[in-house]
């Protein structure tokens, strides 16, 4: 098959949705088929890095892109607005069976003028909780979250298959379809290199932060923004730490809410307990969490939460506060420890209490950290985009 995929952002600009439509273009390609990718071209100079997903490099059609303001992190490439472009024209003579829109706004409306004129299906995977970043809007919060859904629900309807990373979403976009509609929702989640990851050397950081060899290491990595709730991560760390002398925090990434972690982390309580890393490229970010003993996340805005599968593959135990997805990568009680999210008064407790439980009991850690690695092929890309591709089949059929 012809696939064009269509996206927002991409890479060299790291996160989830570019991960995943890099994933997703090159497990096409290994499979045989012919893969498009229409995205924003990236600044001047910058070049496209490996991010560690296995398949041959798509071709790519670049539509004209600015830098957005400085809310976003820098190389976030948006796609102009314009109606026509090389890029689309490119797009249109490729003649795609399938269309793959990986964002509902600039490129999925192109996107979806590429299918009607093929006469392609149109697929969408929703792949951002956009109400949970309605906070950088201000005073526009409340009529943008209303704007954007009504917008989601006209863009739904001319999909012939909507694709959600995780059951918890893929049920809230059924109660917001018509009945006729929802067996369009379909579950797929992102896939991973489970074998990449396995086979990466892993980079200890106890020497670099000054801790001492036997620390046990508690490892939180993603975009440090508000949605993403690392001050979470790190309240729960200060109590944990009272009760667990040893344990030491590891935060892997960058973004918004760094200066504010790097205060926090000067507390007489965590002074030389908690080292960030800053923003790192993505197999460095990976390497440096294989090393550690147990993986944090509080995010309550995720569709998925790529990250707890990729630190599940390299074996470390999760603890996570629940929310849209978990449940889909960590087995409670099996592979990691799930807390409860309500009341939020009590989160940083809650989650406090169970890192204390694994950084506490090696017996335990080590148990759940063997039950992450033997199944950890349930999380492989090779299986994700071969259901992408059946999905694709059915379509066109």
């Known amino acids: 098959?012809?696939?064009?995929?269509?996206?927002?952002?991409?890479?060299?600009?790291?996160?989830?949705?570019?991960?995943?439509?890099?994933?997703l273009a090159r497990g096409l390609g290994a499979r045989g088929h012919e893969v498009l990718v229409l995205a924003p071209r990236p600044k001047p100079g910058a070049m496209i890095e490996p991010v560690g997903s296995p398949?041959?490099?798509?071709?790519?059609?670049?539509?004209?892109?600015?830098?957005?303001?400085?809310?976003?992190?820098?190389?976030?490439?948006?796609?102009?607005?314009?109606?026509?472009?090389?890029?689309?024209?490119?797009?249109?003579?490729?003649?795609?069976?399938?269309?793959?829109?990986?964002?509902?706004?600039?490129?999925?409306?192109?996107?979806?003028?590429a299918a009607r004129a093929a006469g392609a299906p149109l697929v969408f995977t929703h792949h951002t909780r956009f109400a949970d970043y309605r906070h950088y809007l201000g005073p526009l919060a409340r009529p943008g979250a209303w704007l954007t859904d009504a917008y989601l629900r006209a863009f739904w309807a001319a999909c012939a298959a909507i694709v959600a990373p995780s059951h918890d979403l893929a049920g809230e976009i059924r109660g917001r379809l018509p009945a006729v509609r929802r067996e369009r929702v379909h579950v797929i989640p992102t896939g991973i290199d489970v074998r990449g990851l396995r086979a990466l050397a892993a980079i200890d950081v106890r020497a670099e932060a000054g801790w001492p060899a036997g620390s046990v290491v508690a490892v939180t990595l993603g975009r440090l923004a508000p949605e993403k709730s690392p001050t979470t991560v790190l309240e729960a760390a200060a109590v944990a730490m009272r009760r667990a002398p040893m344990l030491r925090l590891l935060v892997i990434g960058g973004g918004p809410s760094e200066g504010e972690l790097r205060r926090l982390a000067a507390r007489p309580d965590l002074a030389g307990r908690v080292f960030l890393t800053g923003a790192l490229p993505r197999q460095d970010a990976l390497a440096r969490a294989a090393a550690g003993d147990l993986f944090a996340f509080a995010s309550r805005t995720e569709t998925q939460g790529l990250v707890l599968a990729e630190a599940l593959a390299v074996g470390l135990p999760a603890v996570a506060v629940d929310g849209p997805g978990v449940r889909d990568s960590v087995r409670d009680g099996i592979d990691g420890l799930v807390v409860e999210a309500d009341p939020e008064a009590g989160r940083s407790a809650r989650l406090a209490e169970a890192i204390v439980r694994l950084a506490t009991n090696p017996e335990l850690r080590a148990g759940m950290a063997g039950h992450a690695r033997a199944d950890a092929e349930r999380f492989s890309s090779t299986r994700r985009v071969a259901e992408a591709e059946e999905l694709y089949r059915g379509l066109v059929g």
């Open 1 to 23: 098959m012809r696939v064009l995929l269509t996206t927002e952002s991409f890479l060299p600009y790291v996160s989830g949705v570019t991960v995943s439509v890099d994933t």
């Open 55 to 113: 398949g041959p490099a798509p071709r790519y059609a670049w539509l004209p892109s600015y830098q957005l303001p400085s809310v976003v992190p820098e190389g976030y490439r948006m796609p102009w607005p314009q109606p026509w472009t090389d890029a689309m024209a490119a797009a249109t003579a490729f003649g795609p069976d399938v269309v793959h829109a990986h964002s509902p706004f600039v490129s999925g409306l192109m996107g979806r003028r």
